[in-house]
Structures are given as C-alpha cells and as structure tokens.
Nanobody, 122 residues
Framework: QLQLVESGGGLVQPGGSLKLSCAASGFTRDYYAIGWFRQAPGKEREGVSCISKRGSTAYADSVKGRFTISRDNAKNTVYLQMNSLKPEDTAVYYC????????????????WGQGTQVTVSS
C-alpha cells in the first residue's frame, strides 16, 4: 500500500520561508509523479507544483519564482521550498502521487497524504 507523509508545516511571518517534505513508501513501481496541492478554508483544492520521476516540473502562476520543488529519489522524498510567503499562501498543503506524468489537476492523482498546515501571519 502506497503511503505519503507530509511534514514541515508551521507558522511563519509574511516574507518568510518554509520547506515541506513528502516521504513516500510502499511503492511497487518506480515511475511516479508527485504533486503538491493546497486547500484554504472555504476554497477548492488547487495545484501548487508537481515533479515527474525524471525531474520535469510545473508550477501554478501564483507561486512561480517563490516556490521550488525537488526530489531525492534515493530517499523517496519530494520537497517544496517556499520563499517570500504571503498570507494568501495559508492553507493545508497535501502531497499526492500518480503513476503517470506530472499534472496540477487534483482529480488526476490516486494517492494522498494527510496534509500539513501552513499559516502565514504576522
């Protein structure tokens, strides 16, 4: 059974940084893409960034230039470095996996973590 566990969330001031981690286990196949998504209260879940097995990446326009996704295949871990955080980045952040190419559409992912809260506030 594939499992994803997020960590690294917390409270940060506007302009600050956080680094989220998504640790994966239980894979029986080694080709998969990982996406990061977020959901703020009263809003739909939205795609933030994704990375393919070979390192191709995609970002939502709202985070381009501020967030960076990376992966360490040896550790089965994907990271999301978030810089210049804004109050509107406040949300629960989820990672998800799919055994196909990278996409920012939540409905196209099959496996999800439990989420980690990110709060940007002074």
């Amino acid at each position: 059974q594939l499992q994803l566990v997020e960590s690294g969330g917390g409270l940060v001031q506007p302009g600050g940084s956080l680094k989220l981690s998504c640790a994966a286990s239980g894979f029986t196949r080694d080709y998969y893409a990982i996406g990061w998504f977020r959901q703020a209260p009263g809003k739909e879940r939205e795609g933030v960034s994704c990375i393919s097995k070979r390192g191709s990446t995609a970002y939502a326009d709202s985070v381009k230039g501020r967030f960076t996704i990376s992966r360490d295949n040896a550790k089965n871990t994907v990271y999301l470095q978030m810089n210049s955080l804004k109050p509107e980045d406040t949300a629960v952040y989820y990672c998800a996996a799919r055994f196909r190419l990278c996409t920012l559409t939540p409905a196209e992912y099959d496996y999800w973590g439990q989420g980690t809260q990110v709060t940007v506030s002074s």
